[in-house]
């Protein structure tokens, strides 16, 4: 089992509408978590820290559910520009570990 | 503020081959991380340092692979002899601890590295 699960997508949506991804991580002793942005053949960007009182940037908000081990992140009013693929982190000590990421493609 | 670079972005070399991957962390990061991300899999990790200090190598494959980092400034990986299974794209990180531990990492644009 994968230590971080999510799923791969992709997610077609067409602009302007609200699209939510999710991850559990399994590992209870995860210290940080993370949702990462990678375009097609660039390196992960970081799009925002995750906590449990749930925290928004604009039109991202991630959510921490510690008890379930579960992450999550909302974006509202996709813009073509979002289409990505984004990745849920978790650390344990201080290394990153990924999931395989979540492919979003926003259409006309 | 320059952000980590790597060189080669691209590197094609045959099986038995020895391929040298450098990395140049972002100015006054004393945290250095390589990772690598195979076809159809998620990014690993592959090792930590601390300035010249290996913290964890935890994610290293095998004794194929040697990472240095002398001086605590830029950082070099090898692959001696490289196999078909060492493709992929290795990334390298740096950060600086920020307030409350937060360990935010910073990402080169990677090395693409095929073993033919």
């Known amino acids: 089992r994968k230590e971080v699960e999510q799923d791969p997508g992709p997610f077609n949506v067409p602009e302007g509408a609200t699209v939510a991804f999710n991850c559990t991580y399994s590992?209870?002793?995860?210290?940080?978590f993370f949702w990462y942005r990678q375009d097609c053949r660039k390196e992960p960007k970081l799009l925002m820290s995750?906590?449990?009182s749930g925290n928004e940037d604009g039109r991202f908000t991630a959510q921490l559910n510690r008890a379930s081990q579960y992450i999550s992140l909302l974006i509202r009013d996709s813009k073509l520009s979002d289409s990505a693929t984004y990745l849920c982190?978790?650390?344990?000590?201080?290394?990153?570990?990924f999931g395989t990421g979540t492919r979003l493609q926003v259409f006309p | 503020e320059a952000g980590v670079t790597q060189f080669p972005s691209h590197s094609v070399i045959e099986k038995g081959q020895t391929v040298t991957l450098r990395c140049d962390p972002i100015s006054g990061h004393d945290n250095l991380y390589w990772y690598r991300r195979v076809m159809g899999k998620e990014i690993k990790f592959l090792l930590h340092?601390?300035?010249?200090?290996?913290?964890?190598e935890s994610g290293m494959p095998n004794n194929r692979f040697l990472a240095e980092r002398t001086g605590g400034t830029y950082s070099t990986l090898k692959v001696q002899p490289a196999e078909l299974e060492d493709s992929g794209v290795y990334f390298c990180?740096?950060?600086?601890?920020?307030?409350?531990?937060?360990?935010?990492?910073?990402f080169g644009p990677g090395t693409r590295l095929t073993v033919l």
């Open positions: 982190v978790v650390t344990h000590t201080d290394k990153l570990i």
């Open positions: 340092f601390v300035k010249e200090s290996k913290q964890d």
């Open positions: 990180a740096s950060s600086h601890r920020g307030t409350g531990g937060v360990n935010t990492q910073y």
């Open positions: 590992n209870s002793a995860s210290q940080s």
């Open positions: 995750v906590y449990s």
